[in-house]
């Protein structure tokens, strides 16, 4: 079965400081990964996504995330933190094996970024 | 006005009414789910529709139902409601053209059953 972990619940980070958000996930084959943003009282909006080839994928708003194979992991980063980024952030897998293509999301990691 | 549009935003009901969440879309996809969201659980899905005759059962089904009425709208049931089922609900969408296609999702529905 697939899996994603988000193994902080909480990341506060200095306006202007780089910020890094982790995910780490498991699936049987080769994976698809997606970052979603979600804003307070709003839903998730997609990010950026890593489906093959570059391993380190750019998306919207300036964020990026580095994808690694060998240690499973598809951290999400951004080189200057913006006040304005402060939201909760999930990480994402579709296993692209089988008849329907199941998407599983980790619990989610709230950015705090203080001024 | 908004791609996904789910209604209504906030509903705050008693244990053993029957509450219907309602999605429609305007961004012609095909696929349509339904997501609820906990804290500290992320999202699950409860149903997910490939088209109008196609329904299937997610992760956490039980005590919900749903209905395709049209390829835009999708629509949520909880027959007769209990506490545990307050949660965030989100409606989703994406375009099976796309095989590794993002979600598009709605604003939410917060309900909470007393």
């Known amino acids: 079965a697939q899996s994603v972990a988000q193994p902080e619940d909480q990341v506060n980070v200095a306006e202007g400081n780089p910020l890094t958000v982790k995910c780490t996930y498991s699936?049987?084959?080769?994976?698809?990964l997606f970052w979603y943003v979600q804003y307070p009282n709003r839903g998730l909006q997609f990010l950026l996504k890593?489906?093959?080839?570059?391993?380190l994928v750019k998306g919207s708003y300036g964020f990026e995330a580095e994808f690694n194979k060998s240690q499973t992991s598809f951290h999400l980063k951004k080189p200057s933190a913006l006040v304005s980024d402060s939201a909760l952030y999930f990480c994402a897998v579709r296993d692209i094996t089988g008849g329907y293509q199941k998407v599983t999301f980790g619990t989610g990691t709230k950015l705090q970024v203080i001024p | 006005d908004a791609d996904v549009t789910q209604t209504p935003r906030n509903r705050i009901t008693k244990t053993g009414k029957r509450i219907m969440l309602e999605c429609s879309q305007t961004k012609g996809h095909d696929r349509m789910y339904w997501y609820r969201q906990d804290p500290g659980l992320g999202l699950r899905l409860i149903y997910y529709s490939f088209d109008v005759k196609d329904i299937n059962k997610g992760e956490i089904s039980d005590g919900y139902s749903v209905s395709r009425q049209a390829q835009a709208k999708f629509s949520l049931s909880l027959e007769s409601a209990i506490p545990n089922q307050t949660a965030l609900y989100f409606c989703?969408?994406?375009?099976?053209?796309?095989?590794?296609?993002?979600?598009?999702f709605g604003e939410g529905s917060r309900l909470t059953v007393l």
């Open positions: 890593y489906i093959t080839g570059d391993n």
């Open positions: 699936v049987s084959g080769n994976p698809y």
């Open positions: 989703a969408t994406s375009d099976p053209g796309q095989l590794t296609g993002e979600l598009f």
